[in-house]
């Protein structure tokens, strides 16, 4: 069964940082694709970053230059380090996997950037 469980999510004000942590299980974590969604109040789902298989990184242009994702395929674990945190980057992160033709999702975890 495959199981994401994200952690790391919180108040933080504005120009801070954060980093948020997806636990993997239930497939072979380095042979596919991560990615980092999130859902701003109000908003529709935005597509932050992008783990491809091959190890590459592909980020949103609001992502870019202050998100980084990064893996441990010891722990199978995907983690995305947020720098320079602004208020709108507040919203619900979740991490999602394209597996055996499915999309799977975790709970998500709440980043709240605020004064």
């Known amino acids: 069964e495959v199981q994401l469980v994200e952690s790391g999510g919180g108040l933080v004000q504005p120009g801070g940082s954060l980093t948020l942590s997806c636990a993997a299980s239930?497939?072979?974590?380095?042979?596919?694709?991560m990615n980092w969604v999130r859902q701003a109040p109000g908003k529709g789902l935005e597509l932050v970053t992008h783990?491809?298989?091959?190890?590459?990184?592909i980020y949103a242009d609001s992502a870019q230059g202050r998100f980084t994702i990064s893996r441990d395929t010891l722990s199978n674990t995907v983690y995305l380090q947020m720098n320079n945190l602004q208020p709108d980057d507040t919203a619900v992160y979740y991490c999602?996997?394209?597996?055996?033709?499915?999309?799977?999702w975790g709970q998500g975890t709440q980043v709240t950037v605020s004064s």
């Open positions: 999602n996997v394209q597996y055996s033709g499915s999309s799977y």
């Open positions: 239930g497939f072979t974590f380095d042979s596919y694709a």
């Open positions: 783990f491809t298989s091959g190890g590459s990184r």
